[in-house]
């Protein structure tokens, strides 16, 4: 191997190895993704340990009330492996691999321990627990006997990670090497040059990530299908569209495991392509200022689709909108009846075609009567056939997942993890800002409004952020930002208060007359049933906003997004876009190899650039 065909980039405390000749992908800006996923894993294993012991702690003084009621212990010999196991499924809890002897203790010694192992291999667990490869010999003496004392001291299993799409394997020993208290972490691919890439980066990181890290060459549906509730991380981060893996992903996480999913094809959710998005997502997209948000919503209910389809279930605890893709992280668990809430959490959009307003339409909805509860389809249509405030037609979109898209506790938790670690982050500043910002959000209103788009309808002067923000919380509502817009408004008021609002600001801030039939003419021809109170209110500026906190960052270079796929070159439309000096750049690594044809037409293409 030539050095001097390789440059070494150091991310984190990971260094890998690139080809000169972008023959494996790597792209620079999924800093500020890699540094997240590593801020929520952290945080992960934490909560997976607070959750073990207190389930633990529950299994002790469960035993100790039967062993008080029946010292002779015959009420051990009642309790039954099956309903333990089926009641931590139907409570969506973490499955762990934990034989039956630590939910009973030393009481339990006279329960058969077939069933238990029976059911371990039936969820596709397996009792061992350590993989074996084709590379390590099978110890039969040790490793069973080590199993078996972490099994007896009731230990929680280091988490097994799974890289689906590896490329540079950049990830995996970031995740490897900064990640405190993390197993195995199974980097795939399914390109050769890659996994050759992968391996020589693990080996160039040290005996760390070589004691961690496993690289494999395979289509990671086929793998994650071949190893069901294995483990307890899945990162999903695909060059486009990650829908043809969400079935075999949401079968290869441990229940209350957590999936990480990235999503860069944004001109499709967004609605650039509808059709395309029903296609892969089974939802279809509006291009409401919103859109970023909804496409955060439609992945998720893609999710869900794929969970309920083998009784499973997710729980959001981080959603984001970052650089020129959305992330999604969700919990996985499994259970009959708590699937069934799955309509209740998601609505079809109502956008109107003149204005900003827009509805929601749930799918479904529950009657309660004494101890039973009945699900039945949402009540509709929500919206009349056009629209109360403009008159115009609506757009239907959907469904979307319309419950909270984040855990705040989690959030609260992830953002003094990264607050604590700040020298271990090298996209500190960009995912603290971010975080920031999620942490402020209203976490039950779905989507959002854009101040500047209400006042085009109505073309008028727009009022400052903090007096709108004012006059909805003097309204008695509640109101915040959204990190997926500087400009966006969450709120919990209805479009006729918000219209309000506006009219009584345009009656303090006249506008030119309009044609009668512009959406703007209409709504202003209304009068104001709400008198709106436009003094400043104690809550109008967030707490980030009154220390002066950054919340949203420019990009940290020109050019920050998705480079060239693995394998590509720079074209005539890159050399348009990126300048003279940018082709320089890249002209640099290969003028040894280049023929002199080539290297003169280059040189030409950029005289006639400089010269334009």
């Known amino acids: 191997m030539d050095l001097d065909d390789y440059t070494i980039i150091k991310e984190g405390k990971a260094e890998i190895l690139m080809h000169n000749k972008n023959k494996v992908f790597f792209n620079k800006a999924q800093v500020h993704n890699r540094d997240l996923s590593i801020a929520v894993l952290r945080t992960f294993i934490s909560k997976r340990k607070e959750e073990h012991e207190a389930r633990l702690s529950r299994r002790t003084k ?30 969506g809890e973490c499955e762990e691999k934990i034989s039956h002897k630590d939910a009973v203790g030393s009481a339990a010694e006279e329960v058969s321990n077939e069933p238990a192992v029976d059911n371990e291999i039936f969820n596709g667990e397996c009792e061992a627990s350590e993989e074996i490869t084709e590379d390590e010999p099978c110890n039969i003496s040790e490793e069973p006997m080590k199993t078996t004392e972490r099994k007896v001291r009731g230990e929680l299993e280091p988490p097994r990670v799974l890289e689906a799409l590896s490329a540079s394997g950049l990830r995996a020993l970031r995740y490897a090497r900064e990640v405190e208290g993390i197993g195995k972490v199974v980097a795939l691919d399914n390109d050769k040059a890659s996994v050759e890439a992968c391996r020589r980066n693990i080996k160039f990181n040290g005996s760390v990530a070589i004691s961690k890290v496993e690289s494999h060459l395979a289509d990671a549906r086929v793998y994650m299908l071949t190893h069901p509730k294995e483990f307890d991380m899945v990162d999903l981060d695909p060059y486009g569209s990650p829908s043809i893996f969400l079935d075999s992903a949401i079968q290869s996480v441990v229940d209350g495991g957590l999936l990480m999913c990235t999503a860069t094809d944004m001109a499709v959710l967004c609605g650039g392509n509808g059709e395309v998005c029903y296609s892969k997502y089974g939802s279809y997209p509006l291009r409401g200022k919103y859109c970023h948000e909804m496409a955060l919503r439609i992945l998720l209910a893609c999710i869900e689709s794929h969970a309920n389809r083998y009784k499973r ?79 115009k037609k609506f757009n239907m979109g959907g469904p979307i997942w319309s419950a909270s898209i984040h855990d705040q506790e989690w959030v609260t938790s992830i953002v003094e993890g990264v607050k604590s670690m700040k020298d271990q982050y090298p996209a500190y500043d960009h995912i603290s800002a971010v975080l920031t910002t999620i942490s402020e959000e209203l976490p039950d209103v779905p989507l959002f409004l854009s101040l500047h788009n209400l006042c085009a309808t109505l073309k008028c002067t727009s009022p400052q952020a903090v007096i709108f923000r004012s006059a909805v919380i003097n309204a008695g509502y509640r109101i915040s930002g959204t990190h997926v817009n500087p400009l966006g408004l969450k709120s919990d008021a209805p479009m006729d208060v918000i219209w309000d609002i506006m009219r009584c600001w345009v009656k303090i801030h006249p506008v030119k007359a309009q044609a009668p039939d512009q959406p703007g003419s209409v709504i202003l021809a209304k009068e104001p049933v709400l008198q709106a109170n436009f003094a400043r209110a104690v809550a109008s500026l967030s707490k980030a906003q009154a220390k002066k906190v950054a919340r949203f960052l420019p990009n940290p270079e020109r050019h920050w997004g998705p480079k060239l796929r693995a394998g590509r070159q720079i074209t005539r439309k890159h050399v348009s876009l990126l300048g003279p000096e940018a082709v320089n750049g890249h002209l640099n690594h290969e003028n040894s190899g280049e023929p002199e044809a080539k290297r003169q037409k280059t040189e030409e293409m950029e005289a006639s650039m400089s010269i334009s």
Do not use: W
Request: charged fraction near 20%; aromatic fraction near 10%.
């Open 62 to 91: 469960s035993v100790q009330k039967v062993s008080d009621k029946d010292a002779s212990g015959s009420a051990v010999e009642e309790v039954s492996d099956k309903p333990a196991v089926d009641s931590e499924k139907s409570n």
């Open 313 to 391: 279930y997710i729980v959001p605890v981080l959603s984001v909108r970052m650089d020129f893709y959305v992330r999604v992280f969700v919990r996985v668990y499994t259970s009959a009846s708590a699937m069934k809430n799955t309509p209740l959490k998601l609505s079809y959009v109502y956008q109107c075609i003149g204005c900003d307003s827009f509805h929601l339409q749930p799918i479904g909805r529950t009657i309660s009567k004494n101890s039973s509860v009945r699900y039945l389809p949402g009540f509709g249509p929500t919206v009349p056939q056009e629209c109360s405030d403009c008159g």
